[in-house]
C-alpha cells in the first residue's frame, strides 16, 4: 500500500500561555501547518488531544477547532489515547489517507494544561491510570512512574545520577530551539538537587505542566505532486503502529519493559522494511527519565536494561551513535499531553528536510523514529519517518 | 473533582476494596482486581478468590504532590505490594515511617480510610499494607 507523506508542518511555541486559549494555540498551529504545505483546505481534521474536558471543559475539539479555522462542513473529531494521543492522531490522519477516503488531512496535537490548578492538573493527568485501581488510591501519574524508576535502578544497579544524564541531554538541545519552553542548558546537580515529586522521580526527572499546539498536513505522493509539492518537502510515513498494554500497571508481567512500544516498534520497523540501525535519531517518550531509558531498550537500540548507559556515554547526543530529543524531548521543549506526539512528528519533519535550528541539525538525517507513551506505557504509538 | 454521587460507584467494589476479593479461573490462575475474563489463559469461567492478604514490597514512592482529593494525607508512602499468592496490586503503606520502607518488606493487608469528600461527606475505606508485627 502507498505510503502517505507529510506535506506542511506548524506549531506554536510550548509554555505557559496566559493569554491564548486552546482554540487559539490550535488554530495558529494549523494555519502555519497548511500555509508551509501552500493550501488553503482541507478533506479532514484530525485532533490529538488528552483531556480538555478536564483542564478547560471543552470537548468536541473536532467541531471547534475545524470551525475556528474556517474549514468547514468537514470531518473532524478528537483522537485520544492519553499523553499518546498526538502521535495516534497522526497515525489516523495516515490511514485516513491510505484507505482512498481523504484527500489532504490536517492533524493538530493540542493541550492546555496551565488554566487548571497544579493539583487539579496532576489528577487530570491520572485519569490516564486505571481510575479504580490506581487513582483511587492517590496514584498521581509521577508516582506510578516513580514505582518503575525504583524498580529499574534496583534491578540494574543505576543512581539517581545515571538517569540525570537524559535530562542534561534534553536541556542542551532544547537550548537551541526557539519553541523549547526550557530554552537553557542545565548541570546534572541541577537535575539531582531539585526537590523529590514523587521518590526517586524529582521535579528536573520530569517533563514541565505547560501549553502548546503542533499540527502536520498529510497527503498522498500523488496528491502532493498534483499540488505542487517539490519532493524535497515530502516526508514519507514510512512505517507506523501502536498497541496497549495492562492500563494497570500493578497488573503486567513485567514492568521494566514497554511491551506496548515493542510491538509497535515491531510491527512499524517491518512496514518501513528498516531496523533499529538503520534510524538517525529518536524522538522517544521522556515524560520521565526512566521512560527514555525504558524506551530505547523497548525500540531495540539498547539491550534490556542498558538504555541508561547509552545516555551516561553520550550515545544520545546530537553528534553521538543515537541522538534523542533532538529538539528538547518532553523535558525542555515541553510535554503538552495530548500534543506531544505532533510536536514529535513536526520535529522529525524538520530534521528529515534539514531545517533543525543550527546546533541541533542531525548531519545528513534519512530516516527518524518518534515514539509517543499514553498511560504508564498502556498505550504506545510509533512513527517512522523518511525523506521521500 | 469527582462529582458528589459517588456512592454507587464505590459500592459496587466493596468486596474488593474491603476484604481483597480477586479472582480465579477454572484453570487456577488467580489474579487482582476479578475480571471476567482471566489475563493468563483467556478463560471466560472465573469465580471470585479471597486473597489472604500477605505479600512483599517490590517497589514504592513516596508522594509528595498529590492528585486533589488528597492534599491532606501529603507525603504518602504507595506501593507494589506482590500478594503471596502472586500477583501485585498497588497500595498505601500505613503504619511505617518512609525511611523504614525496603524492597521485600513483609506486609499485610488492613482496612483504612483512604479518602474524605467535603461535599457529599463520602469516606472511602479501602486495603493499606503495613509492614507485618514481629
Ligand atoms: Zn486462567
Redesign the interface.
Known sequence: MEKPVIIGVGMVPVGEHWRVSLRDMAVEALLNAMEDAGIDKVDSLYVGNMASGSFIEQENLGALIADWAGLGNIPAVKVEAACGSGGAAVQEGAKAVMSGLEDVVAVVGVEKMTDA????A??YL?YAADA?????????F???N???M??YM?TYGYTEEDLAHFAVNAHRNGAKNPYAMFKKEIKLETVLNS???????KLFDAAPMCDGAAAVIITSKEKAKELGVPKDRMVELAGFWRAID?I????RED?LTLKAARVAAEKAYKMAGVTAKDIDFFEVHDAFTVMAALSLEALGVAEKGKGAVLAKEGQIAIDGDYPIQTMGGLKARGHPVGATGVYQTVEAVLQLRGEAPEGIQVPDAEIGLTQNIGGTGSNITVNILRRV | MGKPMQVARHWRHFREKYALIGGKCENGHVFFPKRPICPVCGSRNVEEYQFSGKGKVISWTIVRNPPSGFEYYRPYPLALVQLEEGPVVLAQLTDVEPDEIDFGMEVEMVTRKVREFDEDGIILYAYKFRPVLK
Open positions: 490548578w497544579p493539583s487539579d496532576t489528577r491520572a479504580e485501581w490506581e487513582l483511587f488510591h492517590g496514584a498521581s509521577v508516582a506510578l516513580a514505582l518503575i525504583r524498580l534496583k526537590p523529590y515529586v514523587a521518590d526517586p522521580i495492562t494497570n500497571l500493578a497488573n514492568f
